[in-house]
């Protein structure tokens, strides 16, 4: 399927959709750069056209993968929403910062001064967040709001499930009803013809592109960008998107073709396989094979949310340069941890360190200092962020920030394939389990080793000759150096790494 012309495509797919707000007049650049983070939650690093997908369209992705830097190796520090996104806002591994699961009860109050935010907003940036922030439970109530540096604060956690979720208290609902909308009579009430109505992630069309929650956090941060933050500004987008329920609007799903999709990678071994780690993780309890249900359709509306996506994206840079900030702003395009999707039996998220739970998109770009069309293939973290943004800033890069800044890559000074030996991501308690698991992963340029503290469980996999994780060597006598090697690797970086409490003041 070949990337269409944004502008036909957007005329003729699209005509539903809400006109941008009005735009400021062009403003003059400053000293330190406009940063622009767009965050989706659990967008696979697969789901781009023009790094190897040609069944899906994002011709907007693609525009900053052209003028800026995409990390094709880039890895999140936890396969779950919250220790992930505390992780990257900080440059500090979920256990150093103790935020290591989700449904916590708070975020720890000692660690808010790390967040990039704060630290942004205290050199003089005026900052601005909309959509999910999660950095600690929003189930049954409203996530409490910390000393986090945002003067502008738009919240809204899942526009669904309003029975785990308060939906009037979200900025989104509120904005829905300005529009006319209401979310219990307006969400799926948009109908597609044979579109099949049970598969993982609940498939299916959502609300239209106008009332769409993705869109609402796209016009948010055109008005921050247009009309509402100083500059510098520094805005966290924050979106709900592609996260089950896969829910696009229609016209976006009817346009994505079903049929040319790509079943999950999977090997019907894996039935019996799998339930070695029944125990540890709720995914595994119960594989599913991909046959026995719509997969084809699953991957077709997550993809569709995806474009939806793409298309918000695509406003957002119109906004830049329709105000004369493009040229002085920082844009950032990742997501926090991805989605199984059917691989290896498996759906959503969890207690596993397959590719399409931890390998993640990312991309850079800022005209005329970061280089264009470049290609990294290097290992990275999303812990690098924050020591990036800090340098670009003119800011000191802390001793706490556990991340390595991207800097050298961006600017073409040092080696696009070469950049760390390895990346860490943890698991610890990070989900609700029966037996609160906790497991550790480590992957270098060919090897991924996994281990799940306590269960003499585990798994190794060579990357280079086995690139969809079906031979797990955890038992290879064979591979035992490589499993060694990484084991060490691990046990050293960790202990490292360690939180070693405050700082000396004196010999003694």
Same mark, same amino acid.
């Given at each position: 399927?070949?990337?269409?012309?944004?502008?036909?495509?957007?005329?003729?797919?699209?005509? #539903?959709?809400?006109?941008?707000?009005?735009?400021?007049?062009?403003?003059?650049?400053?000293?330190?750069?406009?940063?622009?983070?767009?965050? #989706?939650?659990?967008?696979?690093?697969?789901?781009?056209?023009?790094?190897?997908?040609?069944?899906?369209? #994002?011709?907007?992705?693609?525009?900053?993968?052209?003028?800026?830097?995409?990390?094709?190796?880039?890895?999140?520090?936890?396969?779950?929403?919250?220790?992930?996104?505390?992780?990257?806002?900080?440059?500090?591994?979920?256990?150093?910062?103790?935020?290591?699961?989700?449904?916590?009860?708070?975020?720890?109050?000692?660690?808010?001064?790390?967040?990039?935010?704060?630290?942004?907003?205290?050199?003089?940036?005026?900052?601005?967040?909309?959509?999910?922030?999660?950095?600690?439970?929003?189930?049954?109530?409203?996530?409490?709001?910390?000393?986090?540096?945002?003067?502008?604060?738009?919240?809204?956690?899942?526009?669904?499930?309003?029975?785990?979720?308060?939906?009037?208290?979200?900025?989104?609902?509120?904005?829905?009803?300005?529009?006319?909308?209401?979310?219990?009579?307006?969400?799926?009430?948009?109908?597609?013809?044979?579109?099949?109505?049970?598969?993982?992630?609940?498939?299916?069309?959502?609300?239209?592109?106008?009332?769409?929650?993705?869109?609402?956090?796209?016009?948010?941060?055109?008005?921050?960008?247009?009309?509402?933050?100083?500059?510098?500004?520094?805005?966290?987008?924050?979106?709900?998107?592609?996260?089950?329920?896969?829910?696009?609007?229609?016209?976006?799903?009817?346009?994505?073709?079903?049929?040319?999709?790509?079943?999950?990678?999977?090997?019907?071994?894996?039935?019996?396989?799998?339930?070695?780690?029944?125990?540890?993780?709720?995914? #595994?309890?119960?594989?599913?094979?991909?046959?026995?249900?719509?997969?084809?359709?699953?991957?077709?509306?997550?993809?569709?949310?995806?474009?939806?996506?793409?298309?918000?994206?695509?406003?957002?840079?119109?906004?830049?340069?329709?105000?004369?900030?493009?040229?002085?702003?920082?844009?950032?395009?990742?997501?926090?941890?991805?989605?199984?999707?059917?691989?290896?039996?498996?759906?959503?998220?969890?207690?596993?360190?397959?590719?399409?739970?931890?390998?993640?998109?990312?991309?850079?770009?800022?005209?005329?200092?970061?280089?264009?069309?470049?290609?990294?293939?290097?290992?990275?973290?999303?812990?690098?962020?924050?020591?990036?943004?800090?340098?670009?800033?003119?800011?000191?890069?802390?001793?706490?920030?556990?991340?390595?800044?991207?800097?050298?890559?961006?600017?073409?000074?040092?080696?696009?394939?070469?950049?760390?030996?390895?990346?860490?991501?943890?698991?610890?308690?990070?989900?609700?389990?029966?037996?609160?698991?906790?497991?550790?992963?480590?992957?270098?340029?060919?090897?991924?080793?996994?281990?799940?503290?306590?269960?003499?469980?585990?798994?190794?996999?060579?990357?280079?000759?086995?690139?969809?994780?079906?031979?797990?060597?955890?038992?290879?006598?064979?591979?035992?150096?490589?499993?060694?090697?990484?084991?060490?690797?691990?046990?050293?970086?960790?202990?490292?790494?360690?939180?070693?409490?405050?700082?000396?003041?004196?010999?003694?």
């Amino acid at each position: 399927m070949s990337t269409l012309n944004r502008r036909s495509f957007l005329q003729s797919s699209l005509s #539903t959709a809400a006109a941008a707000p009005a735009l400021a007049p062009q403003r003059a650049a400053t000293e330190k750069p406009n940063i622009l983070w767009i965050c #989706t939650d659990q967008q696979r690093w697969d789901t781009i056209h023009s790094l190897g997908n040609n069944r899906i369209r #994002t011709p907007n992705i693609d525009r900053l993968v052209r003028e800026g830097v995409a990390f094709t190796n880039t890895y999140c520090q936890n396969p779950v929403c919250t220790p992930s996104r505390g992780s990257f806002l900080t440059g500090c591994y979920p256990s150093t910062i103790r935020c290591t699961r989700n449904g916590n009860d708070y975020f720890p109050e000692q660690e808010t001064s790390k967040l990039i935010s704060r630290v942004l907003n205290g050199s003089g940036y005026d900052c601005g967040m909309v959509g999910k922030f999660h950095l600690s439970s929003s189930y049954m109530r409203v996530e409490p709001r910390l000393d986090d540096g945002y003067r502008l604060f738009e919240w809204s956690h899942a526009p669904r499930w309003e029975e785990h979720w308060p939906i009037e208290q979200q900025r989104y609902h509120y904005w829905l009803r300005e529009r006319g909308g209401d979310f219990r009579r307006d969400y799926r009430s948009q109908k597609l013809e044979d579109w099949p109505a049970k598969a993982p992630g609940r498939p299916g069309p959502g609300m239209e592109t106008r009332l769409h929650e993705v869109t609402w956090c796209g016009e948010t941060a055109m008005d921050y960008m247009s009309n509402a933050l100083r500059q510098p500004w520094f805005i966290s987008i924050n979106m709900y998107a592609p996260h089950p329920a896969f829910d696009p609007p229609r016209e976006f799903l009817k346009r994505v073709d079903v049929d040319s999709m790509i079943s999950p990678a999977f090997r019907d071994e894996e039935m019996k396989t799998q339930l070695r780690f029944s125990k540890i993780d709720h995914q #595994t309890k119960v594989p599913r094979h991909p046959n026995s249900y719509q997969d084809k359709h699953m991957v077709a509306a997550y993809y569709a949310q995806i474009e939806l996506i793409d298309y918000q994206v695509g406003r957002m840079l119109e906004t830049l340069e329709s105000t004369g900030q493009s040229d002085n702003t920082i844009v950032i395009f990742t997501s926090d941890h991805g989605e199984m999707l059917g691989d290896h039996a498996l759906n959503m998220k969890g207690c596993r360190f397959y590719e399409g739970a931890v390998h993640v998109p990312l991309i850079f770009r800022w005209p005329g200092r970061y280089r264009a069309g470049l290609r990294s293939s290097g290992l990275v973290e999303l812990t690098d962020i924050t020591p990036t943004l800090l340098e670009a800033a003119g800011l000191p890069v802390p001793d706490y920030v556990q991340g390595r800044s991207l800097t050298g890559i961006l600017r073409g000074d040092a080696d696009a394939g070469k950049h760390r030996d390895f990346v860490r991501s943890e698991y610890w308690d990070s989900l609700k389990e029966p037996n609160s698991t906790r497991a550790d992963m480590m992957r270098d340029e060919r090897y991924k080793l996994v281990v799940y503290h306590g269960h003499q469980l585990g798994e190794l996999y060579d990357l280079e000759e086995d690139p969809q994780e079906f031979n797990n060597l955890w038992d290879s006598h064979d591979h035992r150096a490589a499993k060694n090697r990484l084991t060490s690797r691990f046990f050293d970086d960790f202990i490292l790494k360690a939180d070693i409490g405050s700082p000396r003041i004196g010999p003694m």
